[in-house]
């Protein structure tokens, strides 16, 4: 019977993407919620000015000493039905290693938006299937070193007039779920800003009006994964990635004493560089200085990279250090990349499976006061 049923909902939605995938493209591109940097820029001041001027209404305001209190940034998690277009399925035995690491150093946990996947799946079936991750998660809530952002596929917990039932399920209390926070980390030379949110800020939809997200999160999404159409969806669309980093990158640029951290993408970026970009810079510098074991070992991965993403800003040498992108939980082989900010540094971590079993690795790593120095020159 549920062969039965498996075949006819296949066949209905064959037929219904024969008459309505063109129509949906076609509404998307005329009608498009593709941001633009006006409403790019005008959506991140107003949110930042918000939490920092009434920290807890949209977001909130967290002052720490980064050589004290550490924390991890994680985003775009896609958690799913574990069926076949569950994204996060193969990263799960990593995700769990790496909660338990940051419980065990008492980090605080920044969950960054699309921890769940709400436009394929219905909140039953996700709660049904992530038990193991939502327990994980419980420990940092029941130490108060938890928040949670939304993201534009996951914004029907403010959407849904059942959604505090679901978080009570999960974490057995209903958490606030914010639009960004502003971690103010206190450095000898004063506070540096680093102001988290997903990254959706500035599409019309899903960051619009509470009409619109309502049917972004219930109709729109829903219908678009139903029909196995991408559209102006930074994660699948290189245009998109590029024109996302480009404005997000120009607004933190613009900032003061501040970075900005997003996800979105699901494409890590570190001190405003992306991989192919610092490829770039590390074959210039091996160049330079003759090292030609490293020459050898550049030229090979820039091809590969190429293939996840062939684009290169042409003020890649000058840019300022200001933009940063934890990347995803949800990379094909399991692979997840997140950020640590601890020992009075930041870092891009990846957790990759090594012979069966959960490995961290460092990617990226620079000391917040550097940082700083180079923000404020």
């Given at each position: 019977?549920?062969k039965i049923l498996h075949h006819l909902l296949e066949g209905f939605r064959s037929m219904m993407k024969f008459f309505l995938a063109k129509p949906v493209t076609w509404a998307a591109n005329r009608f498009?919620?593709?941001?633009?940097?006006?409403?790019?820029?005008?959506?991140?001041?107003?949110?930042?000015?918000?939490?920092?001027?009434?920290?807890?209404?949209?977001?909130?305001?967290?002052?720490?000493?980064?050589?004290?209190?550490?924390?991890?940034?994680?985003?775009?998690?896609?958690?799913?039905?574990?069926?076949?277009?569950?994204?996060?399925?193969?990263?799960?035995?990593?995700?769990?290693?790496?909660?338990?690491?940051y419980n065990s150093q008492r980090y605080y946990y920044v969950n960054l938006g699309d921890s769940e996947e709400l436009w394929e799946n219905n909140i039953l079936s996700v709660l049904k299937h992530n038990?193991?991750?939502?327990?994980?998660?419980?420990?940092?809530?029941?130490?108060?070193?938890?928040?949670?952002?939304?993201?534009?596929?996951?914004?029907?917990?403010?959407?849904?007039?059942?959604?505090?039932?679901?978080?009570?399920?999960?974490?057995?209390?209903?958490?606030?779920?914010?639009?960004?926070?502003?971690?103010?980390?206190?450095?000898?030379?004063?506070?540096?800003?680093?102001?988290?949110?997903?990254?959706?800020?500035?599409?019309?939809?899903?960051?619009?009006?509470?009409?619109?997200?309502?049917?972004?999160?219930?109709?729109?999404?829903?219908?678009?994964?139903?029909?196995?159409?991408?559209?102006?969806?930074?994660?699948?669309?290189?245009?998109?990635?590029?024109?996302?980093?480009?404005?997000?990158?120009?607004?933190?640029?613009?900032?003061?004493?501040?970075?900005?951290?997003?996800?979105?993408?699901?494409?890590?970026?570190?001190?405003?560089?992306?991989?192919?970009?610092?490829?770039?810079?590390?074959?210039?510098?091996?160049?330079?200085?003759?090292?030609?074991?490293?020459?050898?070992?550049?030229?090979?991965?820039?091809?590969?990279?190429?293939?996840?993403?062939?684009?290169?800003?042409?003020?890649?040498?000058?840019?300022?250090?200001?933009?940063?992108?934890?990347?995803?939980?949800?990379?094909?082989?399991?692979?997840?990349?997140?950020?640590?900010?601890?020992?009075?540094?930041?870092?891009?971590?990846?957790?990759?499976?090594?012979?069966?079993?959960?490995?961290?690795?460092?990617?990226?790593?620079?000391?917040?006061?550097?940082?700083?120095?180079?923000?404020?020159?």
């Open positions: 019977m549920k498009s919620s593709a941001p633009t940097r006006e409403h790019v820029h005008h959506s991140l001041t107003e949110l930042y000015k918000s939490i920092t001027r009434d920290p807890g209404n949209k977001g909130l305001l967290i002052d720490f000493k980064p050589d004290r209190q550490p924390v991890v940034i994680f985003s775009d998690h896609h958690k799913g039905a574990r069926d076949g277009r569950d994204d996060f399925g193969p990263a799960e035995q990593n995700y769990l290693a790496a909660l338990d690491f038990k193991a991750t939502f327990e994980k998660e419980k420990m940092f809530v029941d130490r108060n070193a938890y928040a949670k952002i939304f993201g534009n596929h996951d914004l029907y917990w403010g959407n849904d007039p059942f959604a505090s039932l679901a978080l009570k399920k999960m974490y057995g209390q209903a958490i606030p779920i914010y639009t960004g926070i502003v971690l103010r980390a206190n450095l000898p030379t004063g506070y540096l800003d680093i102001f988290c949110t997903h990254g959706h800020q500035g599409d019309q939809s899903s960051d619009g009006n509470a009409f619109s997200k309502w049917f972004v999160a219930n109709i729109w999404g829903p219908l678009q994964s139903f029909l196995d159409v991408n559209t102006n969806t930074p994660s699948c669309n290189q245009e998109s990635k590029t024109l996302h980093n480009q404005l997000m990158y120009e607004w933190s640029a613009a900032q003061e004493d501040l970075v900005l951290v997003t996800g979105h993408t699901h494409q890590p970026v570190f001190n405003s560089l992306t991989h192919l970009e610092r490829l770039y810079l590390q074959m210039e510098e091996a160049i330079l200085t003759k090292d030609q074991g490293a020459i050898g070992r550049i030229q090979k991965e820039i091809p590969r990279r190429k293939q996840e993403y062939d684009y290169v800003n042409s003020s890649f040498r000058t840019m300022k250090p200001s933009y940063f992108n934890a990347g995803c939980c949800c990379f094909d082989g399991g692979t997840i990349t997140g950020l640590e900010i601890s020992g009075g540094s930041i870092r891009l971590v990846r957790w990759v499976t090594e012979n069966g079993l959960p490995v961290r690795k460092v990617a990226e790593e620079e000391s917040l006061l550097s940082l700083a120095g180079k923000i404020m020159d």
